[in-house]
């Protein structure tokens, strides 16, 4: 799931980033047209109450109309749209500090960090946040306002209150991934749960239809998983992706008349053949389910052989996927082991040994050598899992 978690990840923060340039474009907008409605108010009646310069603003507005007509015939990227919003209000805080009139006018300075913040991007706050403290230093020491000429305690107070309002902003830069973090975890979780009672679901129609089968894809998928343990290819969601396959393996004998999957005695070449449509039915079934369609190689492969003899493509060797020869083990195992219509199962010592000697032919041979650091593990599953009525009874959540 690491890699669904990144998607989703991924996904929520380029939302966020295009709502928050959409945001900054309207507050933009809305300062700007309220501080030149209120400069030309003052300009026409000729009153005494700001010193700002009302065609600076003018022109700023203007590049923001402009940016605004480039973004919705050209349609940026949302990282573009991020860096030409964020350059836009650096700027517009330039033009303010010397267009403003006012010896504050450098606490303007003071808005950046927080206009970076929000967007939750740790890149992007220092970046930014390093380029307006190097901006209201530079000015405060070598373009002081030509009302108020401030000190060296002047300028390193100005300094400190920037990097004490930066600190806050990276605050809350953590906050939104802590929130973003916990949105991600419950949707998988929620997924994860949603995604298992559809298996279990699928389960208990299947192996309804059999007695014999009761408990088989649990067993099968226990017995997969046990051995992938000692693969170094398998990490932590390669595991649960083989658990799942293990689980549904066998889900295209839904589609198998239980006469078939109930005869007694040897099945005819016909009924073989309908037995054989069961990867090929089960696979078309999880590929339409999106969240299982990662299960599509080990459903559909699982009766593939080492030889090239099995079905239904008949690959061959190391083009059978990694998921499949494991569960053609664990299953072929299972099935020798357990009492099925037609025959009792063999001892574990006997279907140890016939799995020996389908090394090279029917199984993987290097699967077969790693099984060897397994068979205890097999052996106490075999003891915990072998108790059909039980099995049961937990699929359908009876006890």
């Not at 474009?25 to 026409?44: E, K």
């Not at 679901?201 to 014999?212: G, H, M, N, R, S």
Request: aromatic share 12%; glycine share 6%.
């Amino acid at each position: 799931m690491a890699e669904l978690e990144k998607k989703l990840y991924d996904e929520y923060f380029h939302e966020h980033r295009s709502k928050v340039t959409t945001y900054l474009f309207w507050i933009n907008a809305i300062f700007l047209l309220l501080s030149c409605t209120w400069n030309y108010v003052f300009f026409v009646f000729d009153l005494k109450f700001s010193r700002a310069n009302l065609s600076a603003l003018l022109v700023c507005l203007g590049l923001l109309l402009l940016l605004s007509l480039v973004n919705k015939y050209v349609k940026l990227p949302s990282k573009v749209n991020q860096f030409l919003m964020l350059a836009y209000c650096a700027g517009v805080l330039i033009v303010l500090y010397f267009e403003s009139g006012y010896s504050e006018s450098w606490s303007f300075f003071l808005l950046l960090p927080l206009l970076t913040g929000i967007y939750g991007e740790r890149k992007i706050l220092f970046y930014y946040s390093f380029l307006g403290l190097g901006i209201l230093s530079y000015l405060s020491i070598k373009e002081p306002k030509s009302q108020y000429t401030p000190d060296s305690i002047d300028i390193s107070n100005r300094i400190l209150v920037y990097i004490i309002l930066a600190s806050l902003s990276f605050l809350v830069l953590r906050t939104l991934h802590h929130i973003y973090r916990k949105q991600v975890t419950f949707v998988i979780q929620s997924m994860e749960t949603t995604i298992q009672d559809v298996v279990n679901t699928f389960i208990v129609a299947v192996e309804a239809k059999d007695l014999y089968t009761f408990g088989h894809s649990e067993r099968v998928s226990k017995y997969a998983v046990a051995l992938a343990k000692h693969l170094p290819e398998y990490r932590k969601e390669d595991l649960q992706k083989l658990r799942l396959s293990g689980l549904l393996h066998d889900i295209g004998k839904i589609n198998i008349p239980e006469a078939v999957l109930g005869k007694t005695g040897k099945l005819t070449d016909e009924e073989y053949e309908v037995i054989k449509t069961h990867p090929v039915v089960g696979a078309r079934m999880v590929e339409r389910i999106e969240r299982l369609q990662d299960l599509k190689a080990g459903v559909l492969y699982h009766h593939e052989r080492w030889d090239g003899n099995g079905y239904p493509t008949k690959r061959k060797g190391a083009d059978i996927p990694l998921d499949a020869r494991i569960l053609a083990i664990a299953d072929a195992f299972d099935a020798m082991t357990t009492d099925r219509s037609y025959r009792h199962g063999l001892s574990l010592d006997e279907a140890f040994q016939r799995l020996e000697d389908g090394k090279g032919s029917q199984f993987d041979p290097h699967l077969i050598e790693v099984l060897q650091n397994v068979k205890f593990e097999f052996e106490q599953m075999y003891k915990q899992l072998n108790d059909q009525i039980k099995e049961f009874e937990t699929l359908t959540d009876l006890l």
